[in-house]
């Protein structure tokens, strides 16, 4: 079974929406996803701007692609480098450390997801 930043058993991110790059609701990893869609991230309407502003819209639909668009409050699947350019920038979403897989910590430090850490959804 795959870890989390916390060293412990991975936990799912969202069923629903349905995330990850295996579109498993984990933010599991492997070959192919350059991306390194690792972070369970709870996005906010700013996060959503943010994004948006620096090319990757996640508030649109692609159904062609099964990515329903977010919203805010939904949990997903981010990649590590977006949130640490959003880290970077005062705009991290928060994150479920339960559920962000231990790859992430080659882009961003244990610490500094800790400061936008949540509680994971029952």
């Known amino acids: 079974m795959a870890k989390n930043v916390l060293g412990t058993d991975l936990q799912t991110c969202s069923e ?3 995330t990850g790059w295996f579109r498993n609701g984990c933010c599991d990893t492997g070959t ?3 991306g390194v869609h690792t972070v369970c991230c709870r996005v906010t309407a700013e996060f959503l701007d943010f994004s948006r502003a620096a090319g990757n819209d996640l508030s649109t639909p692609h159904p062609e692609h099964g990515f329903p668009g977010l919203a805010p ?3 997903w699947c ?3 480098p977006r ?3 959003a880290y970077d920038a005062g705009q991290a979403p928060a994150v479920v450390l339960e559920a962000t ?3 992430t910590l080659e882009w961003a430090s244990l610490s500094e997801m800790q400061e936008h850490a949540v509680e994971p959804r029952p």
């Open 16 to 18: 629903n929406p349905r």
């Open 32 to 34: 192919g996803d350059f």
């Open 73 to 75: 409050g939904d949990q």
């Open 78 to 80: 981010l990649c590590a």
């Open 83 to 85: 949130w640490k350019e």
């Open 101 to 103: 897989h231990i790859a």
